[in-house]
């Protein structure tokens, strides 16, 4: 009794503090964030359409299922993850895509991050207010 063992390609997206574990399968373009469609799992639609950017860019929105584990950072974060897991898992997939995908610009890891708070400071950059006397 085994079942018919599909081509299931995964790929892990970072981006900030948030960090998605991707699967893809080929299907009818079911996209599910955390057991919950995209529509419904980011807040608004810019999020979602972002999340799912480079199955737009390579025409295969319709013809592959993705299945997406979330976790850390917040919505904008997760989204670009999401996108950045996609595209390396499209890849995978297809090599011949690579090209189209870095293009794009959703192969790049976007490596920007928090910059931490400074001691003597009230954030990372912003300093107390300067009295000369």
Do not use: C
Not at 24 to 48: C, M, P, Q, T, W
């Amino acid at each position: 009794m085994s079942a018919t063992v599909t081509n299931v390609f995964s790929a892990t997206g970072r981006r900030k503090t948030a960090t998605a574990r991707v699967r893809l399968v080929e299907g009818s373009g079911k996209l599910i964030a955390n057991g919950r469609d995209f529509d419904n799992y980011f807040s608004h639609e810019n999020f979602a359409k972002q999340a799912y950017a480079p199955l737009l860019t390579v025409e295969l929105r319709e013809k592959v299922d993705v299945t997406v584990n979330l976790a850390g950072g917040g919505v904008s974060g997760q989204a670009g993850a999401t996108a950045h897991g996609i595209a390396r898992a499209l890849q995978k997939m297809n090599p011949e895509l690579r090209s189209a995908l870095k293009k794009a610009g959703h192969i790049t890891r976007d490596p920007r991050e928090k910059e931490r708070k400074k001691p003597g400071q009230p954030g990372a950059r912003k300093r107390f207010q300067f009295s000369k006397r």
